[in-house]
């Protein structure tokens, strides 16, 4: 017999409130894309430009437990200022991020990422100076490539020595049109 | 790296989306359209309750219809005290261990949730409190005075 819909979506109210899921997610819609966004009880954990969770899910499930569902109440917060993100009404935003699992190095960069305004561009160079490691522009390429919640921590911020995009997990037409809506002219 | 896929332990959605629909429909049967659904949520409550502590991924079904068993089983109890126990219709194709479940059908319910989680699911006392939302001293006292009637029954 087929679940009613408002039974399921009231379980998945009630697993977010109960305080025993690992973690959450589910599906944003924005203008470069669906996105799969995950929470924990910590902060916003993985922000995801494919929008098929299976492999996600496993990602996610060994990093926090198996308690993870789909949970669209659980991201409320995310969704709300991504939406005002996209639609030019926010310019940093206020969520805490779970970055667990990441070196301490890896944490540092994302740190100072995360310390790009709006509208603005670093290069990987600077930002493994700021990061205290200024020959470290390629380990923060890698670092930018694995960046597990992008938008949020602005990795399409970051550009090369020269002025070229050099790359994006997402694709380059999503870093370009991530730029283009903070006003960056390239 | 060989890793032994069968045995993974799925997240949570997967297991949830694979088997709500019989959990909704063996609840709806056994206990009518106005009390099913708070059934439904707590009984994937309880099996999310102790999902994270399950060793390995096999009978999941069998698993989480024992917890609907008991779900609607407390909800008999709260509403008409002294009514027999609800039949939930078994699944086809089930393992061996069910055969456990024949043997304890005599046994009170709560005796025999906990036997069938104990000697059928191999849980231990706290993933049997779990499951039953009570307390790892009562499940140990659930199972042993279970399989204690069982002895006596066997006698006869």
């Known amino acids: ?186 | 790296m060989m890793e032994d896929v069968a045995q993974r332990i799925p997240p949570f959605e997967a297991f949830y989306a694979e088997h709500r629909d019989v959990v909704f429909g063996v609840l709806r049967r056994t206990l009518g359209v106005d009390r099913a659904d708070d059934a439904f949520q707590e009984t994937f409550l309880r099996a999310l309750r102790a999902y994270g502590r399950l060793d390995h991924a096999e009978h999941l079904r069998a698993w989480v219809l024992t917890i609907a068993r008991n779900v609607a089983l407390d909800v008999h109890r709260r509403t008409r005290p002294t009514a027999e126990m609800p039949e939930i219709p078994h699944v086809d194709g089930l393992p061996a261990f069910v055969e456990l479940a024949e043997l304890t059908d005599a046994l009170p319910a709560k005796e025999r949730a906990a036997v069938v989680l104990r000697y059928g699911y191999d849980l231990d006392y706290e993933r049997i409190a779990a499951a039953l939302g009570s307390s790892p001293d009562a499940a140990r006292q659930a199972t042993s005075s279970g399989v204690r009637r069982l002895r006596r029954e066997t006698r006869r």
């Open chain 1, 1 to 186: 017999m087929k679940t009613p819909t408002d039974l399921d979506r009231r379980f998945r109210d009630a697993a977010a409130r109960s305080g025993l899921l690992d973690a959450a997610y589910d599906t944003v819609e924005s203008p470069i894309g669906d996105l799969l966004v995950a929470v924990t009880d910590r902060g916003l954990l993985s922000i995801s430009f494919d929008p098929d969770p299976a492999a996600l899910l496993d990602r996610i499930a060994d990093t926090t437990g198996r308690g993870v569902l789909r949970s669209p109440r659980a991201i409320d917060a995310a969704r709300g200022e991504l939406d005002e993100y996209f639609d030019h009404r926010r310019r940093s935003f206020d969520l805490t991020v779970d970055l667990r699992g990441t070196t301490d190095f890896t944490e540092r960069v994302l740190a100072e990422l995360a310390r790009v305004p709006y509208g603005q561009t670093a290069t990987y160079g600077e930002l493994a100076a700021r990061a205290g490691r200024p020959r470290a522009a390629r380990a923060v390429g890698m670092v930018m490539n694995r960046n597990p919640i992008p938008i949020v921590l602005p990795c399409h911020r970051i550009v090369g020595a020269s002025g070229d995009l050099v790359g994006y997990a997402g694709g380059l037409g999503r870093k370009v049109e991530l730029l283009r809506l903070e006003g960056v002219t390239m």
